[in-house]
């Protein structure tokens, strides 16, 4: 399975960027898939997660009522939708796969890592 995100750059604070991750390999429909984000100097972080069909999601304190994690399994795509961006937001992006139905919220719990893409939030 390979991920390959895209979407990000720089933005000013309150502003909107939508991440997409494009899975190719098997099909999407197959995994559960997360975003993660790494700012400097700091670990990855756990951001949302979506379940295979997209019925459930879950997020991060931080981010909850500003991003949407979605999915088009026609399309073998996941989204996030990010709006009203922040500075602290700033980090490299990554998508991630995980094989079963168990949404997990740690980087221990994915199997597969896109090559990130990074957000810049000026302030």
């Known amino acids: 399975v390979q991920l390959q995100a895209c979407g990000g750059g720089l933005v000013q604070t309150g502003g909107s960027l939508r991440l997409s991750c494009a899975v190719s390999g098997r099909t999407s429909s197959s995994y559960v898939m997360g975003w993660f984000r790494q700012a400097p100097g700091k670990e990855r972080e756990f951001v949302a997660a979506?379940?295979?069909?997209?019925?459930?999601?879950t997020y991060e304190d931080s981010v909850k009522g500003r991003f949407t994690i979605s999915r088009d399994n026609a399309k073998n795509t996941v989204y996030l939708q990010m709006n009203s961006l922040k500075p602290e937001d700033t980090a490299v992006y990554y998508c991630?796969?995980?094989?079963?139905?168990?949404?997990?919220?740690?980087?221990?719990?994915?199997?597969?890592w896109g090559q990130g893409t990074k957000v810049t939030v000026s302030s």
């Open positions: 991630a796969a995980k094989r079963g139905i168990i949404l997990r919220l740690t980087t221990g719990g994915y199997d597969y």
């Open positions: 979506i379940s295979s069909s997209g019925d459930i999601t």
